[in-house]
């Protein structure tokens, strides 16, 4: 059975925190609230649960899971170096709607799907997110929906399409529209924008001091 936990008290929070870590330690799911849309997420460096997160919304390794992180710090150990446009966006953007993709370091042992080597990392703007990820670390965490299905904008959206596949749903209020983070891919010779959401790549090519291409 599933338990949710409503955030917006501090008694009910503290509590559903505490679950959540536990769930998150023991190899379980657990749904979030973000700054764009609710995620189902799970321990990034336990390839057991990120299988069972892919099950959970129905889809294969073909779409690697994307990580969330609590701090800019933490990208340092995750990646095979960060470069200097990558700390100027995290500056910039971070906590916020903007998602990197960089090689990630090859000593660390995670399947997150069929990456090629690469992650791709966050920072979200949301008080209950970041108190999670800075409680577990890292997490694999993927919108809450079932694919094919929209995101949840609400931990009961989410419910009524996990169900009891995942164990503890924090329940943080309305997400608000269903807009996306942007991802920018920086693991080639320029910056590449492969999908545009909340972050402009206007705003992008501002920080960086150089055109942008966008994959089409």
Known sequence: ?????????????????????????????????????????????????????????????????????????????LTMSVPSRARSLIEAFWPGGLSIVLAHAPSLAWDLGETRGTVMLRMPLHPVALELLREVGPMAVSSANRSGHPPATT??????????????????????????STIVDLTGAKPVVLREGEVSTAALAEVLGTELEVAR
Request: glycine share 14%.
């Open 1 to 77: 059975m599933s338990t949710m936990y409503d955030c917006s008290r501090n008694d009910t929070r503290e509590a559903g925190l505490a679950a959540a870590a536990g769930a998150v330690r023991s190899g379980g799911l657990v749904v979030l609230p973000t700054d764009t849309v609710y995620g189902i997420g799970c321990d990034a460096f336990d390839a057991n649960a990120v299988r069972s997160l892919l099950a959970a919304k129905g889809r294969g390794p073909d779409m690697p899971v994307p990580v969330l992180v609590g701090s800019w710090s933490t990208v340092d150990g």
């Open 155 to 180: 931990a009961g959206e989410a419910r009524e399409q996990l169900g009891d596949l995942v164990t503890v749903y924090l329940d943080g209020g309305p997400s608000g529209d269903r807009v996306p």
